[in-house]
């Protein structure tokens, strides 16, 4: 069990009793403080890291990849705007590979990629499909809000069965063939477990600030500084986070113009997944990039 792994319980159940203690408007105000801070950092460095990708590479310009970067988030933007239902849905199938790939990459080294692609996204949605289930209400008043069309019944449970038995087959399965340690399996089972607790005990967005900042953005700001810098430690975060800062802080100003300029059209929980699915898109294709990296100049 690493550092990280102990660091992510021991907060979690911290942001629990947090919860506990301070207001509901107030619990509201702070999750997204958390996200839009924390939660932003670890996606504000994606030019960083295709550079690094690419940095052997004779082929590309820093001033097309940014061009394309930010035509990604436009066009993502724009779907949202155009098409919310299709545009969350992508949202939702991106988010939920790009979780799984985050709990699962480092140990899946001998599996077969397609193999491996179909469990880190049944093991991220089963994630999602938990904090669906447990705040129910939430998810309903939310799609309603995005899309205008209400959700009579979620129908996670049925759901979470199904994926909760393809991740326990494909997982038998890897174990089988000594793809993966029974002691990493045994942690990320735990995990969904200890997420169970956290999603039955917070609200929507609390459970997701819990999930997405401790659970998700820490261990991947800790992959993305190794792959940078090489090592993990306090100089070097501090380098990473001085080199996202400028991006972080336009992604902010988008955020605040986005506002600005649909707020009597849209309500702000549309604006935010809108704006948090912009950056997700193209950070989910360079985390791929950057993972399948790694374990090229591992081989």
Avoid at 1 to 14: R, W, Y
Avoid at 45 to 62: A, F, T
Avoid at 264 to 292: Q, R
Wanted: charged content about 15%; hydrophobic content about 55%; some cysteine.
């Amino acid at each position: 069990m690493n550092n990280i792994f102990k660091f992510s319980i021991v907060t979690s159940f911290l942001g629990l009793w947090i919860a506990t203690h301070i207001p509901e408007k107030f619990e509201l105000i702070l999750g997204f403080i958390l996200i839009f801070s924390f939660g932003m950092i670890h996606g504000s460095n994606d030019l960083l890291i295709i550079n690094k990708i690419l940095e052997k590479s004779k082929y590309y310009s820093k001033f097309n990849i940014l061009v394309a970067y930010l035509m990604i988030v436009s066009l993502a933007i724009l779907i949202f705007y155009m098409a919310p239902i299709l545009a969350l849905s992508m949202f939702v199938i991106f988010s939920a590979y790009h979780f799984g790939e985050q709990h699962w990459e480092k140990s899946f080294i001998k599996s077969n990629n397609s193999l491996k692609s179909i469990f880190y996204f049944c093991y991220g949605m089963l994630i999602l499909q938990l904090l669906f289930t447990f705040n129910d209400i939430g998810v309903k008043f939310i799609v309603k809000e995005i899309t205008g069309y209400q959700i009579a019944n979620l129908n996670s449970f049925p759901i979470i069965i199904i994926l909760g038995s393809l991740v326990l087959i494909m997982t038998a399965i890897e174990l089988h063939f000594k793809r993966i340690s029974s002691e990493i399996a045994l942690t990320e089972l735990f995990s969904l477990l200890i997420l169970t607790i956290i999603f039955n005990s917070s609200s929507l967005i609390w459970g997701f600030t819990i999930y997405f900042i401790l659970w998700h953005s820490v261990p991947s700001l800790a992959e993305q500084i190794k792959f940078v810098y090489g090592e993990f430690k306090l100089k070097t975060t501090l380098k990473y986070c001085k080199s996202a800062a400028p991006y972080w802080i336009v992604s902010l100003i988008g955020m605040v113009i986005l506002y600005f300029m649909f707020n009597n059209e849209k309500h702000f929980y549309s604006l935010f997944f809108a704006f948090i699915a912009a950056v997700t898109f193209p950070h989910a294709f360079v985390m791929v990039k950057m993972f399948s990296k790694k374990k090229h100049e591992q081989l």
